[in-house]
């Protein structure tokens, strides 16, 4: 974005002060997403060694989460000791499929660049265990047993917990140059699923995605699932001609659904998450779910409905996030979320989460420019919205 003095100083930063021998409790998937991400990104787009060899000293801080029974990694990992384990509100100690489902992307990347293919094999083993265990009407549930490699519980969301699985599979395919068929084949059985079990229409029109809870369906979506209106459009650019218009619909749908969470509330910022149920649409009727924390997932959508159909909507969609977040969030020391979307006057939370700047504001931004800047078919977006570029790893064929 043209801060190239803010940038070499961030660069000294990493140079010298980042320290990754820390003894304290780490997210595997944060850290991937975020860091890994962030540094290989910052690498490709300047060429400067020290972002890969930080990268890839990283990845090697959390190979030992891996070690568990069935190759799935547990949730936490201490980046000073090598000691893993799961996550203390994860039913019976098991792993989460956004999570071990969300590392796909860099992990090629740090086989490609460090030349070893055990980051390759960890993750196409994740593949292997998913593609063996049995999937309740063809869904994928969130909780998964690094011990067994069996469910736990058949809780099923595109939102929180289960997102970014979904996301890593058509976007697997599209960094391959469009070579890792089985990842594919797996997004489009999973999508074909989703579709069939958890897609809904309310009585007002609005499409949605409901979550599944073991059959039952809890008519909600949250801000996370928004993102799979952008996913989707991304998918049926490569999807059968037949099935193209289709996809393109269903994700022109489910983007408008966001838009209109966002527009049926006073600071016209969407809430944390919101229902089709009691009459309700669109809007969330839990106090627990009216705030909104600076994430970037709807205007995700509308940076690939814009990208993808030029319609001006999104560009109009965008602009009036801009202004709620000038009117609403920004203080003097940056941005804050707020605790209730639907107040006139909104009260701030006194937080400005990192996803504000590495997702929110850069969607925002590719929103308003040109096509070719970080052009859809050079590069893919993890899901911290980094970059990484295409056909840049072809370690699928040495790890089979």
């Known amino acids: ?19 990754l021998n820390v003894n304290g409790e780490a997210s595997l998937f944060e850290v991937n997403i975020r860091y890994i991400g962030g ?18 000293e990283l990845g090697e801080k959390l190979l030992p989460a891996f070690n568990t029974p069935t190759g799935i990694p ?52 994740i593949r292997k265990v998913l593609n063996r265990v049995e999937k309740p009407q063809g869904l994928y549930p969130n909780f998964l047993s690094p011990v067994t490699g069996n469910w736990v519980q058949h809780h099923v969301s595109i939102g929180g917990l289960g997102d970014s699985f979904y ?13 890792d068929s089985e990842a594919k084949k797996m997004y489009d059985d999973a999508l074909e699923a989703i579709e069939k079990h958890l897609v809904k229409k309310s009585a ?58 966002y527009a049926r509330s006073d600071t016209k910022l969407g809430p944390e998450a919101f229902r089709f149920d009691a009459g309700t649409e669109a809007m969330a009727t839990r106090l627990s779910e009216r705030y909104y924390i600076l994430r970037p997932e709807v205007v995700e959508s509308y940076m690939y409905m814009w ?71 050079d590069w893919v977006f993890n899901t911290e919205a980094h970059p990484l570029p295409v056909n840049h790893t072809n370690f699928k064929a040495s790890v089979q």
């Open 39 to 56: 540094l290989l990104a910052a690498y490709y787009l300047t060429g400067e060694e020290v972002f890969k060899s930080k990268a890839l």
């Open 167 to 179: 996301e890593y599979l058509v976007k697997s395919w599209l960094m391959s140059d469009k070579k």
């Open 1 to 19: 974005m043209e801060l190239e003095e803010e940038f070499q100083e961030a660069k000294k930063w990493v140079e010298k002060s980042f320290d």
């Open 307 to 377: 990208r993808l159909t030029h319609d001006p909507k999104y560009r109009q969609w965008g602009w009036e996030v801009v202004k709620a977040l000038e009117k609403h969030c920004r203080v003097e020391a940056g941005f804050s979320g707020i605790r209730d979307v639907y107040a006139t006057t909104p009260t701030h939370d006194n937080m400005q989460q990192s996803f504000f700047l590495a997702e929110t504001l850069k969607y925002l931004y590719l929103l308003f420019c040109e096509d070719d800047v970080l052009s859809l078919d």
């Open 204 to 261: 007002g029109g609005l499409t949605y995605i409901a979550e599944w809870r073991g059959g039952v369906l809890d008519h909600k979506m949250g801000h996370l699932a928004c993102f799979s209106g952008g996913m989707i459009a991304l998918g049926a650019e490569h999807a059968k001609e037949e099935r193209k218009q289709h996809y393109v619909d269903l994700a022109a749908e489910i983007t408008n659904t966001c838009h209109e969470s």
């Open 74 to 125: 547990r949730g936490v990992i201490n980046l000073g000791s090598g000691m893993s384990w799961s996550w203390g509100w994860a039913s019976a100690g098991s792993s989460i499929l956004a999570e071990f489902g969300t590392l796909h992307l860099e992990f090629l990347h740090l086989s490609e660049l460090s030349g070893k293919p055990v980051f390759a094999e960890k993750v196409m083993n």
